[in-house]
């Protein structure tokens, strides 16, 4: 009989056997009861005599003694092991091999491992045994059938062996669902008779990043055991990029930003961070990063922004090489059409809309045009005579028309994309009204009746990992405390169940009181950015600062990105069709990424059947009959298989399969095997035990029941008997 590793601590436990018999041994005596004629005269004397006497009801305590022993077994949980199944030796057993082909098995001799491990266990079966083989990482592959007409030796072990020694890398991600049903509709497939098995092994680096999610309810049927091998427990030294981005700067430049991620325990040598640009390097630094922690690197250089750029960054190399290189590209895009509703601001010398002007107009780079109409116009303008604007900015108002709020409103749930900012002439009960009520806020009022430049407020908090402070991030940007506040509308959340997100907070006199500066609500298909504040000189300071423009830029890049073209892809994700271009092509030349062929497509076939990403790279197009490419697409791998969390065999076990695997024999040397447990599995006694613990109970209570009657019968026996 086996016992559990908590065996000890559980045996431990069988030391309050000795409690019965101490409560038998030790009790208090009963005493007779002495008529006596007056007790006026004796003290008082209160004493308490224990004795030990000989156990009375030795049947009682040693039915006590025994529901202990009863409830210590049934948590130690004891098994034995019994023969698996009863079946003739002549019969085959089915085995799946789940080979895993993600690329996080790259590192080391990792998969190599994977691939001796597949074959101790093709050693171990039976010649009369059937076997196939699935590779797989973010979707199952086939690499050698159960059965095939076509092939005879389909489900053979030497067939097995053969996609085994085959089997390359891929640079796809682990997902064990997909590869999981894929091996259990082959076994269910097959005949069921009695006492066959069927084995799943799988093989794996156990990514708990490959785990569904927790309320995937899916596991094996009782009829497959699953046999989880674990490979590549030895940790090595892990550096990955996990993020790029790229962004257009006010004066015509390119800035690449990369955040890199350590994923060792104890290595924090600096790193030194490469960037090429059209397949040269073009710039280079070190950066150091601690253990478990990830940083950004950045990179600002010259660039014609009317032209396709495509490059990469990359890291020194590690133990594993494919996570340390990260590819970007750059297609110009297409130009926007800026609404900003503005009112004559006579008595305001640098009202807000001269600054937005100068901010928007200068520089080399103008990916918008600008369109100025009166907040009068834009209410009562008839909504067919014109296209919407891409972006609407509305702020610079002489108080807030009912109209203008509607039209706001209905151009954001139409989806489209509104930048507001409020000042002095909107009061808070207009805004509540009219606005803010269905952006699901409530203006409080002011900061002061007043403002003034004497007095001022500082951003107290910045969420640096949203899109448009992003740029921000670094010890040499992150700083806003030059930026002064000198009055805002205080904005509080009026149901729990509002989804405006606070991006940056004021901090209101205390940090107890900060209040939200920026937020971003999404509203029906489109979404509002609003800032507190005005951005003029009697409220704030902020046009002033070096952080207006890139501010201002990266808000309006962030409310126009939905809307343009994904051109950032992942390795695993399918391509639904082919970019918009005006006037579309019938045909497009395509070349997938690592691939130096040019495929050619009609844009209709590409719509129907989507094609999956295999590599990372770059993902060209052009028209049919052209000679330049039309653009350019990143794909890249998924940073997620650099994580190094593991999910247990035992959990993976408990999670996906619905029966412990049967031992097995394992290969360990050519011709020679390990016999662990052959053909046995382990069957538990523990609710056998809490089944007799809750009987023993119930017989206890009755015989304890029936042993104090016959006391208090006895009792009353001597009292009558005087």
Not at 134 to 139: D, V
Not at 570 to 587: C, D, I, K, W, Y
């Amino acid at each position: 009989m086996g016992f559990p590793v908590l065996a000890p601590l559980f045996f431990a436990g069988l030391s309050l056997l000795a409690v019965p018999w101490i409560v038998h041994r030790i009790r208090k005596p009963e005493r007779e009861t002495l008529r006596f004629s007056s007790l006026m005269f004796v003290p008082r004397a209160h004493k308490e005599v224990i004795e030990r006497r000989r156990v009375q009801h030795v049947l009682l305590m040693l039915l006590r003694m025994l529901l202990l022993v009863l409830l210590v077994a049934a948590f130690l949980r004891p098994y034995i092991l019994i023969p698996a199944l009863a079946h003739d030796d002549a019969e085959s057993a089915w085995h799946v091999i789940l080979l895993d082909l993600s690329y996080s098995l790259g590192s080391g001799d990792h998969f190599a491992e994977v691939k001796q491990k597949a074959r101790a266990v093709l050693g171990s079966l039976s010649p009369l045994d059937r076997a196939g083989v699935i590779g797989f990482a973010g979707r199952p592959l086939i690499l050698a059938p159960m059965r095939d007409p076509a092939d005879p030796e389909a489900g053979t072990i030497s067939r097995a062996r053969q996609a085994v020694d085959s089997a390359r890398l891929t640079e796809d991600q682990t997902a064990f669902l997909p590869a999981l049903q894929m091996a259990q509709d082959w076994l269910l497939a097959e005949q069921p008779e009695t006492g066959r098995r069927r084995v799943i092994h799988l093989v794996s680096d156990m990514q708990r990043a490959g785990m569904p999610e927790e309320n995937a309810e899916w596991k094996l049927p009782p009829g497959i055991e699953l046999d989880p091998i674990a490979v590549g427990a030895k940790a090595e030294v892990n550096y990955a990029l996990t993020d790029i981005f790229v962004r257009p700067t006010s004066t015509g430049e390119l800035r690449i930003q990369g955040k890199i991620k350590n994923w060792s325990e104890a290595d924090e040598r600096p790193r030194k961070v490469r960037l090429f640009m059209e397949g040269k390097e073009i710039d280079q630094t070190p950066m150091p990063v601690k253990p478990g922690n990830a940083t950004q690197v950045s990179f600002t250089i010259p660039a014609q922004l009317d032209r396709i750029h495509e490059g990469w960054l990359e890291i020194d190399g590690d133990a594993l090489a494919l996570d340390n290189k990260r590819y970007f590209s750059w297609n110009p895009p297409r130009t926007l059409r800026v609404q900003i509703i503005a009112d004559p601001q006579p008595d305001q010398r640098w009202p807000a809309a001269w600054f937005l002007e100068r901010a928007l107009s200068t520089g080399e780079y103008r990916p918008w045009t600008l369109q100025f109409i009166p907040q009068t116009e834009f209410a009562n303008a008839p909504r067919e005579i014109e296209p919407p604007a891409d972006i609407v900015i509305a702020g610079d108002l002489n108080g807030i028309m009912p109209g203008t709020a509607e039209r706001i409103l209905e151009t954001a749930r139409q989806g489209g994309r509104v930048f507001l900012f409020l000042n002095e002439t909107m009061t808070p009960e207009a805004l509540n009204a009219s606005l803010l009520t269905a952006l699901g806020l409530r203006a409080a009022g002011f900061r002061h009746s007043e403002a003034d430049t004497e007095r001022f407020d500082l951003l107290a908090w910045i969420d640096f990992e949203h899109p448009i402070f992003r740029v921000f991030q670094g010890s040499q940007l992150n700083d806003f405390s030059p930026v002064h506040f000198y009055n805002y509308v205080l904005l509080e959340s009026i149901a729990e169940t509002s989804q405006a997100k606070v991006l940056a907070r004021l901090e209101g006199g205390a940090p107890e009181k900060s209040h939200p500066a920026m937020l971003e609500i999404p509203l029906g298909e489109g979404r509002v950015i609003l800032w507190a504040f005005s951005p003029d000189l009697e409220w704030s300071n902020l046009p002033q600062s070096p952080k207006f423009v890139p501010l201002l830029y990266e808000t309006l890049f962030h409310l126009a990105g939905e809307r343009e073209e994904k051109s950032a892809w992942l390795v695993g994700e399918s391509l639904s069709g082919p970019p918009s271009l005006q006037p579309a092509p019938a045909r497009w030349n395509i070349q997938l990424p690592g691939e130096e062929a040019i495929l050619a497509r009609e844009a209709e076939a590409i719509s129907q059947k989507p094609w999956r990403l295999e590599k990372s790279g770059w993902l060209r197009w052009r028209p049919e009959g052209q000679t330049e490419w039309a653009r350019v697409d990143s794909v890249n791998v998924n940073a997620a298989e650099s994580d190094p969390a593991r999910v247990p065999a035992e959990e993976l076990t408990a999670r996906l399969g619905s029966r412990p695997p049967i031992a097995r024999k394992i290969a360990t040397a050519p011709g020679k095997t390990n016999l662990e447990e052959d053909a046995t599995a382990r069957r538990e006694f523990g609710r056998a035990f809490l089944v007799l613990l809750f009987i023993g109970l119930l017989v206890e209570s009755g015989y304890a029941a029936r042993v104090a009657a016959q006391e208090k019968a006895k009792a009353q026996a001597r009292e009558t008997g005087r």
